[in-house]
């Protein structure tokens, strides 16, 4: 069992944890993962969030291209059509989709914004999520103060949305001080890593 189910796993470990988490109804993780068990981790966060939460969610993808992600969710037997997705690593769109904007770069920081807010306001029901994949990404393409302004932004939009917020970063690939700082915004921090 992976640490992510684990803290979401009914099990004599977790069950404060999990009390907690249950009954907030909004909150913001931040998630620090070794690459080993990048992939493994974010498929986790959204099977839990979709599959065993039902809610619907926006996925804002910095690592992979939509139809990539899509397909490894739906190899995963996670249901996509929950998902506005929104992709910030395709230069192009290759085909018009609903469930889908794009961005064309990292560096358009006001153009996620935006898009993020359309995406949130177009989900329908009251409960409903927000995966940020992945903070170190950003930190390749803008400078660290532009970054740390960023995310302050981001957690604050979270918090005045009332959503799920998770935000998965490369513990080892993301400034120590830039993991502290949001660390510092977050209601929690769980690092996943060395696990096999």
Known sequence: MSKINQIFDHSQKSKIFDKEVKSLKDYIFLIA?????YQKTVI????????????PGIYVTLNKPFEVMQRILASNDIDSRVLI???????????K???????????KLSD?????????????????FLIFDSLNTLSIFNKPTTVARFIHFLTGKMREWKIKGIIITLEKETDP??????????DARVDIGGES
């Open 44 to 55: 986790d966060v959204v099977k839990f969030l979709i599959n065993e939460q039902n809610l």
């Open 97 to 107: 989709v609903e469930n889908c904007l794009y961005i064309g770069s990292p560096e």
């Open 33 to 37: 993962v070794d690459a080993k068990n």
């Open 112 to 128: 996620l914004s935006v898009a993020m807010d359309q995406a949130i306001k177009a989900l329908p029901t009251e409960e409903k």
């Open 177 to 186: 001080a830039l993991l502290d700082e949001l660390t510092q915004f977050s």
């Open 85 to 95: 997705f929104i992709d910030v690593t395709s230069r192009t769109e290759s085909k």
